[in-house]
């Protein structure tokens, strides 16, 4: 497993996270703080991707998640963050166990699209049903508190910034343990041979399911913070782009760690702040473009670049010591 | 009164389209028992051991597991009652190292095998891990990755991760297919000597009758589907009839 | 009654088109294994090209009566250029790759393909209805229909029996089904299975492109129905079991009936009706209606 070294670049990574706030100017932060958010839903997607199988529908978790957060303000006057992450994480987890029934029976092909479909079906519903949801308006999220304690609007990203980093913090350690267990190592070992493990006496079945609920509930947390971050909730959340961009940041990233993921969606969203600026037309083939020659070139994603150069630079040092 | 076999088959009948993969066969075997099966190509013997784990379903028959009808039941049940099998083409993880494979079977064994938040790497799994893959000569590999295992090695794994799960009867699809004629005798001896000194009831299908000759108590000899001949190594082989079966000639 | 006609004909109308995007998808599938998620992207880009052609073609005041031809042309073009050059150029890297790496790889070629439409023919909707009103209009049962549906209709029917005839009469169409049955042994006797690839997959495309094409006269051609075109023609397949023609047929009725029935009774829900109806037959019937269960040997 790859986290069992690095403490001293975790350190250095966890460090810059938290001076983020005191170094990079507001609108940077949001970017940090969204990113943050999807990284959590990308990490949902990464699971399914080491095991061999691409989701092209986890959008919906995430809506899920922001709509909960919308809801919450609409119906029940709730904002409060401590309330609603684990809410719109149950809620993706109640969601994902759901449709997981159906889902944790196929494979690849049939996974990819049912995925999608499923995903589809959630957005023909907030875009229809607008008498509920607001339809392409969409819900406004209520001015977020935290544990009952409203700060003060200049410091509100601020506090959605350390929550956000705090959530990601938990979430890379369970999934860590998660993935060190012996049901993450058959969720890696189903996508080479699923027959070995049903003649071992454990089920794929299984394996599928329970990733897939936790992956609901992962996404589902993502929502809720990009809801909150971005204050308004459209049926987009749930749209196959959406969950095209978490695989392809999964992809960009690498889904062979758990930190891969985060260093991706950190990239993607400034690559995608400069590009909407730049060419906003040619952003989707941009992403084809990088995913075809990821694909063809760097399987592993960024992370792999940074495992060589890092394993080039930790040789250097060895000689000189 | 001798102890109820360890594996009993009653009648089964399996067909292909026109072709009978399983005819009548009617089979038992007991405790302690090791025992070759011997045939020619398409003679029944992988359908044999993939109805009784449950891979294939039977036309007709029952299979009886420890003195119970368990027909039918899939393989991760079938598994799971104690009946663990290897593969002619070896069933590996080979994303995994060689010791992390092996601690997936050992998890299994111990009912955490869907555990989700204690780790895989467990020293005393780790120990039982070790342990096994020593008793098959596979303890300098275990830290590789299973794509780096050379033929022998990918078989024996193969049957070590079946082994690991402690069975009450192991079955094992030609062990040494795939293995160059040197190798044959020294991955043989590995496995006998496994199954020996933990007198497990087994059963090894081989299409080769030297290694059948030179291993089995008790041999079976299938053709089209049929048991034409069950007896002791010398009796069996010695057999026309099975000698123009298995080997084309009288 | 009205209602019934008018669901029966929409319907028919419907899964014309849905077929003629499906048997492709289902082809490159049996042939290459590999579920070509952009094939929706074809599909626009048949509509969008032969749109133009055949605007263009107009505005130079050509003859109305001969867009038929144009939109043919349009089609064919996309097809012999964009499907040997995607299959050449990229999904040829990854065969006997994962699965999942496979899906990427078209799902990134469908990105390209969605936007390069943008790029050239901008984000306004394009129209060419004189294919579409030339032909007049007849009435069943009070309800006028264009003369132009039933065309589609014939030519889905005429393109569905080619096909038929041509996998199952002549000495290609028995390379092909020898290829689907078993790539390995396909070689060893002397067929030159990556040319069949590279002609599967010019031929899906075509396909593909051959349903945008007709079914431009009838809307606004406009960005992002790509999408749902793969999406549905994936339903499809999936329904009338992956790899089949027959089952493209019969999924494609299934589905353009249910679509109109949902559309006239329940609009709120045509996608939601189709995506249940797949997830049932799904349910029941893994490997869809006309799907072969194949066990790994092991």
Redesign the interface.
């Known amino acids: 497993m790859e986290t069992r070294r690095l403490p001293v670049e975790a350190l250095v990574g966890a460090a810059l996270l938290v001076a983020v706030p005191f170094v990079l100017p507001a609108w940077m932060k949001f970017i940090v703080t969204l990113a943050l958010a999807k990284f959590m839903a990308v990490l949902a997607v990464a699971l399914f991707l080491r095991a061999n199988q691409v989701t092209f529908g986890h959008a919906m978790f995430y809506a899920v998640g922001a709509y909960a957060v919308g809801f919450g303000a609409k119906w029940f006057g709730l904002r409060d963050v401590a309330l609603l992450l684990p809410l719109g994480a149950l809620f993706g987890a109640a969601v994902a166990a759901l449709v997981g029934l159906v889902m944790a029976r196929y494979r690849e092909v049939f996974f990819a699209m049912l995925n999608l479909a499923f995903s589809m079906m959630l957005y023909g519903a907030l875009l229809k049903l607008y008498w509920v949801t607001g339809g392409t308006d969409g819900l406004s999220a209520g001015v977020p508190t935290f544990l009952g304690y409203a700060p003060p609007r200049e410091y509100l990203r601020d506090f959605l910034y350390y929550t956000s980093l705090g959530v990601a913090g938990l979430v890379i350690y369970a999934v860590y343990r998660f993935l060190a267990s012996p049901l993450g190592y058959y969720l890696k070992a189903m996508g080479e041979n699923e027959i070995r493990i049903e003649y071992s006496g454990e089920s794929v079945r299984h394996v599928m399911y329970v990733t897939y609920v936790l992956s609901g509930a992962l996404a589902g947390l993502g929502g809720v913070l990009a809801g909150f971050t971005v204050g308004h909730i459209v049926p987009e959340y749930s749209f196959w782009i959406q969950s095209g961009d978490f695989v392809f940041v999964a992809l960009l990233g690498g889904y062979g760690s758990v930190v891969g993921p985060l260093m991706g969606s950190i990239a993607f969203e400034f690559i995608r702040t400069y590009a909407s600026k730049y060419f906003p037309n040619e952003w989707q083939m941009t992403l084809g473009i990088i995913m075809l020659a990821i694909i063809l070139f760097r399987p592993g994603g960024l992370w792999t670049i940074y495992e060589g150069l890092a394993a080039r630079f930790g040789r250097r040092e060895v000689e000189r010591a | 009164m001798p102890e109820a076999p360890v594996l009993q088959t009653i009648d089964l009948c399996k067909s292909f389209g026109m072709v009978k993969a399983a005819d009548a066969i009617n089979v038992a075997i007991r405790p302690g028992e090791l025992v070759g099966i011997v045939g020619a190509n398409g003679s029944g013997k992988?359908t044999f051991l993939?109805i009784i784990?449950g891979?294939?379903k039977p036309d007709r028959g029952r299979v009886l597991l420890l003195g119970e009808d368990r027909t039918g039941l899939?393989?991760?049940?079938i598994?799971?009652l104690g009946i663990?099998?290897s593969?002619?083409?070896p069933?590996?993880?080979?994303?995994?190292s060689v010791l992390?494979?092996l601690?997936?079977?050992v998890?299994?064994e111990a009912g955490?095998?869907?555990?989700?938040?204690?780790?895989?790497?467990r020293r005393h799994w780790i120990d039982q891990g070790l342990e096994t893959l020593d008793r098959f000569g596979l303890k300098p590999y275990a830290d590789r990755a299973v794509s780096e295992l050379p033929e022998g090695g990918r078989k024996l794994l193969d049957i070590a991760?079946?082994f690991a799960?402690r069975p009450k009867l192991l079955l094992m699809d030609e062990p040494t297919s795939g293995v160059s004629i040197e190798d044959k005798f020294q991955v043989m001896d590995i496995l006998m000597k496994v199954v020996e000194e933990t007198r497990l009831t087994t059963i090894f299908v081989e299409h080769d009758m030297d290694v059948v000759q030179r291993y089995g108590r008790r041999v079976l000899a299938f053709n089209d589907g049929k048991v034409i001949a069950d007896g002791t190594p010398g009796a069996v082989l010695a057999d026309p009839e099975v000698r123009k079966a298995v080997l084309g000639r009288a | 009654m009205r209602l019934l006609t008018t669901i029966l004909m929409d319907g028919t109308v419907f899964a014309a088109v849905l077929f003629l995007i499906s048997v492709g998808l289902t082809l490159v599938f049996g042939v290459l294994r590999i579920l070509n998620v952009s094939h929706g992207g074809l599909y626009a880009f048949g509509a969008y090209l032969a749109t133009f052609l055949a605007v263009r073609f107009l505005e130079i005041g050509g003859n109305p009566y001969l867009t038929y031809p144009i939109l043919l042309a349009g089609a064919l073009i996309v097809g012999v250029v964009a499907g040997p050059l995607i299959e050449r150029a990229f999904v040829r890297r990854v065969y006997g790759r994962a699965e999942a790496i496979q899906l990427l790889l078209t799902f990134s070629v469908f990105l390209i393909l969605d936007d390069l439409m943008k790029l050239i023919w901008g984000t306004k909707p394009m129209f060419v209805s004189e294919p579409y009103t030339l032909l007049g209009e007849f009435s069943l049962a009070g309800i006028p229909y264009s003369w132009y549906q039933v065309v589609l209709i014939a030519v889905s029917i005429l393109f569905g029996g080619a096909l038929v005839w041509a996998v199952r009469g002549t000495r290609f169409g028995k390379i092909i089904v020898s290829v689907i049955n078993d790539r390995e042994i396909s070689q060893a006797i002397g067929i030159n299975v990556s040319r069949i690839y590279t002609v599967a997959f010019t031929l899906g495309a075509l396909c593909a492109a051959l349903g945008g094409a007709l079914v431009a006269p009838t809307i606004a051609v406009v960005p992002g129905f790509a999408v749902d075109a793969t999406v549905l023609a994936f339903a499809v397949i999936a329904i009338g079991g992956m790899g089949s023609l027959e089952g493209a047929a019969l999924g494609a009725l299934i589905v353009g009936l249910l679509r109109a029935l949902a559309v006239h009774l329940l609009p709120e829900a045509d996608l939601v009706i189709i995506y249940l109806a797949m997830i049932l037959v799904l349910v029941v019937r893994p490997q869809g209606l006309f799907g072969q269960v194949v066990l790994r040997r092991i």
Do not use: C, D, M
Request: charge should be positive.
């Open positions: 992988t993939n784990t891979y294939l899939p393989p991760r049940v598994t799971k663990s099998r593969f002619q083409i069933q590996l993880y080979t994303n995994l992390e494979s601690l997936l079977s998890a299994a955490r095998g869907t555990g989700f938040w204690q780790p895989l790497h991760l079946s799960l």
